[in-house]
């Protein structure tokens, strides 16, 4: 073999290599300057009234939620519903509820507020559950106040009246919004996993039996 | 004096394919069993679980209802280094056109679930890479395309191997 055949026999072997060398490059400086850009956001501005398990669980889990969106219905009717019975009762998952009402659903942005009002007088999980069992109605004839009024006493009632118009509950709500907005949220329900300093989104509706093998995971 | 078979329009698409396809499919393998997660570098190392992640994948996997709960578990413990070892079997070239046609088979499957989660308004995310990706007619595009020219690959591929090697003794006349 001459030296030219060594040149050409060479070229035609270093080019895949040096293709595949180059890439490996980049998708290991990429990697790192995902990482590098990313950070683990700790879970701040939780307001306990809208929380449910320990604060200190192993497992957080921020649900980012719409009281209009038959997505977040089904996910708090089936998924979220075992997640509270087998984890967070027993004290494995911190369960945070974050307001995400969008844009294009023209009641769920008041259903936020009523159930922000719940929250401060202690009612939040019998508000939460009366929104989403009866959303089909209430997004039809726009009663969010008849559903909330529904299901608690009247003094309760009007308390939650006077929050929903002092107009104080759109900055907590907005607070959500800036959160979900930081951790890329587009579409509810989606929720955000914390664990051990890491942070896991997910966006829709989960299986549990697929969840629960998550949720060990993370917990090991 | 040996040389290479000289660049023609087949071969330069063959080309793109490997090194497109190469080179997304072993991003993808790579993103889903290593990134799934935002973390702190230099973190990373210390926390990295490959089955929390892999265990994150079989939600995504899951979000299309298409498999039972073992089914899911399955793809997900295997799709992402089915891809790496494939997108590197392609990059390499080492037996392409076997490699090329299981990758074209796969590409086509992403395509046509991707599809399918589209038509039915399935607000989920594809689950591609590490980062979610809405589906939306973007993604169908893209995974047209890429299916488009994983065919492309895959076809010249076989063309092109029934055509004598430069480096063969010439044929007797």
Not at chain 1, 34 to 41: F, H, I
Not at chain 1, 51 to 65: H, L
Request: glycine share 6%; charged share 15%.
């Amino acid at each position: 073999m001459t030296g030219e055949d060594c040149v050409d026999r060479l070229r035609s072997v270093s080019v895949p290599a040096l293709g595949l060398a180059l890439f490996l490059i980049v998708v290991l400086v990429s990697a790192l300057g995902v990482r590098a850009g990313q950070s683990s956001a700790p879970v701040t501005d939780v307001d306990p009234h809208v929380a449910a398990g320990s604060k200190n669980a192993p497992i957080v889990m921020e649900v980012f939620s719409d009281f209009q969106c038959p997505a977040c219905k089904t996910l708090y009717m089936t998924t979220n519903r075992e997640v509270m019975d087998n984890y967070v009762s027993t004290g494995k998952v911190y369960l945070i509820h974050r307001d995400f009402p969008l844009p294009m659903h023209a009641h769920s942005q008041v259903a936020a507020q009523y159930s922000r009002a719940a929250a401060q007088v202690g009612k939040f999980e019998v508000v939460e559950q009366a929104l989403f069992q009866n959303q089909e109605k209430w997004e039809q004839t726009g009663d969010v106040d008849g559903t909330v009024a529904a299901v608690l006493s009247p003094a309760e009632m009007n308390k939650v009246r006077a929050l929903v118009k002092g107009g104080t509950l759109n900055a907590l709500i907005q607070k959500d919004l800036a959160l979900g907005r930081l951790y890329n949220v587009n579409q509810t329900p989606t929720t955000v996993f914390h664990s051990k300093g890491q942070t896991f989104p997910y966006s829709g509706v989960m299986n549990y039996e697929i969840l629960r093998n998550f949720l060990d995971q993370l917990g090991k | 004096m040996m040389q290479s078979s000289p660049l023609n329009f087949r071969r330069a698409i063959i080309w793109i394919g490997r090194l497109v396809l190469g080179g997304i499919f072993i991003y993808a393998g790579y993103s889903k069993a290593f990134l799934p997660n935002h973390i702190l570098w230099p973190l990373f190392f210390l926390k990295f679980s490959l089955s929390t992640n892999l265990a994150n994948f079989a939600l995504q996997v899951e979000a299309f209802k298409m498999l039972p709960p073992w089914g899911v578990q399955f793809v997900a413990h295997t799709l992402p280094f089915t891809e790496i070892i494939l997108g590197i079997l392609v990059l390499i070239g080492w037996r392409l056109r076997i490699w090329a046609s299981f990758l074209t088979l796969i590409m086509l499957g992403f395509f046509v679930v991707v599809l399918r989660a589209y038509l039915l308004h399935m607000d989920i995310n594809c689950g591609c890479f590490a980062t979610p990706e809405p589906i939306g007619p973007r993604k169908i595009l893209e995974d047209a395309a890429l299916s488009a020219l994983a065919l492309l690959t895959t076809y010249f591929a076989f063309v092109e191997a029934r055509k004598p090697h430069p480096w063969s003794a010439p044929q007797p006349t």
